[in-house]
């Protein structure tokens, strides 16, 4: 067997050229080729090159601190960057907000699936997802910024029926982290929280002509590695950068390693500490009410933010092993985290490619999406992506809420030095927010009413103190929680008016510090 290349990082940053296309591999705070972009980073600030690199990945990579993408934001070493998701790269979005590269934020999924029509040569990729969001070029193409006029995404049809097109762009770099490598250059992710896209990135960049550059913790003989669990064959690998220093091989930003998130041990849930009441577990406690409806074969995504605090109240009711909670990252069952961790499951039960994991929510494999709520306006339009010149980007949220016949959007009902009372099973505020969040147009289109409105979707709205729903004439009012005025504490805080018709009072339950009793509940429907 030929033997691979092994180089240091500032050997492999060496090796990018000016006007490169560059894909990397990470999820927020995980699989993150530190070492690699790390020492790209350094080679730039004291030479000057490589200059006007194009950047693309499909999930966020960073966490707002200059790891991960923020890595590439120095004004001329980038000239476009095509994201799935912003938020964690803060310093980038500085570079977008001044004109200073061509910015792109397109659906994560499609990005993941991308990375695989390149690798095959297909003419692009086509896809439903994203019709009527900004990333339809006839809303705003995923634009990001005055110096990005070209479109990245075109209109097409097939059969009569609106696609959106992505042309197919070589992929020259691709940097890629796992946990070993052999001698053959071989590579497993076994301590990693998914594979994530590395096997097609490293596809895409090899039949595009380009070199795959992969970052391990350690280099083992060859023959060592069991083949099953390969991810990046040797013959797609063109050189290995051992770096087993503890800052280059986290598993995530804030942990060395957990065996609980790889499957290699599973962990008692109940080791799991419970949240305390507070206006976000409100929320999850009134969501996990849907969760009653559903069957125990029911399967869930559940988004970043307030959405993942219904994971917690799930197993602290004891319905947690009841229902298959699942993540963008790939893995299927168990139970997601949060934070830096985001994109990680305790306890899964299988960890897939991100762009399978994507193949089964396009194609409408869920039963239940609970999203975040940023800006919520008459139509039903939710915007999570984009609020003046704070980029979040999209994630896999128009993937998710695009395809799944129940879409649960959570958040509290304002936001900006908001404080609230939760006593004696009422409600109180004592203190507005300063921003309101039910507006009368939002600023970006990350899920369509209107779309959703044809698509036959059940839609809610849940907030701490109002609970809203989608139907076929509007957005309706349908519970506000106890100890809240309907004046003062609600429609005077909205920019539009909800349809009311048959406004009820939240079960008070959810609104004391004790078990509301899901499990029971579930045993009698």
Known sequence: MKQVKVITAQEAALLVKDNDVVASNGFVGSVQ????????EARFLETGAPRDLTLIYAASQGNSDGRGGDHFAHEGMLKKAILGHWNAVTALQKLVNANKIQAYNLPQGTLAQYFRDVAAHRVGTITHVGLETFADPRVSGGRLNDVTTEDFVKVIQIDGKDQLFYPRMDINVALIRGTYADEWGNVVLTKEIAPLDATSIAQA?????????????????????????????????????????????????DCEYNAALTGELTVPLHALAPVP???????ARRASLLLLDLSS??????????????????????????????VEA??????????????????????????????????????????????????????????????????GFVNITQNTQNVVFCGTFTT???????????????????????????????????YARKQGQHVYYITERAVFEMKEDGIHLTEIAPGIDLQKDVLDQMGFTP???????????????????????????
Do not use: W
């Open 205 to 253: 960049a090899h039949n595009s002509g380009g070199m795959v550059i992969v970052q391990v913790e350690k280099i083992v003989k060859g023959g060592m590695l069991d083949p099953k669990l390969v991810k990046v064959p040797g013959i797609y690998v063109d050189y290995v950068v051992e770096a087993p220093e503890t800052k280059f091989c986290e598993q995530t930003f």
């Open 33 to 40: 080729p530190e070492a690699l972009t790390s020492a790209l």
């Open 416 to 450: 900006g030095k908001l404080k609230e009372e939760i006593k004696d099973g009422k409600l109180t505020i004592i203190q507005e927010g300063s921003v309101r969040k039910f507006v009368p147009s939002v600023d970006h289109i990350t899920f369509s009413g209107d």
């Open 499 to 525: 349809i009311m018709k048959d406004v009820k009072i939240m079960p008070e339950f959810i609104f004391k510090d004790e078990l509301m009793g899901l499990k029971e509940m579930k045993a009698n429907r």
């Open 330 to 395: 790939g893995a299927v069952g168990g139970v997601p985290l949060g934070g830096v961790r985001f994109g990680a499951s305790v306890n899964a039960e299988a960890i897939l490619d991100q762009s399978s994991q994507f193949d089964f929510y396009d194609g409408g494999g869920l039963d239940l999406a609970c999203l975040g709520l940023a800006e919520c306006d008459g139509i039903g339009n939710i915007n999570v992506s984009k609020f003046g010149p704070r980029i979040a980007g999209c994630g």
């Open 297 to 326: 074969e029911a399967i869930i995504n559940l988004g970043i933010g307030i959405p993942e605090f219904i994971a917690s109240v799930a197993n602290e009711e004891g319905i947690g092993d009841s229902l298959t909670m699942t």
């Open 277 to 283: 009441l507070n206006a976000k577990k409100i929320i």
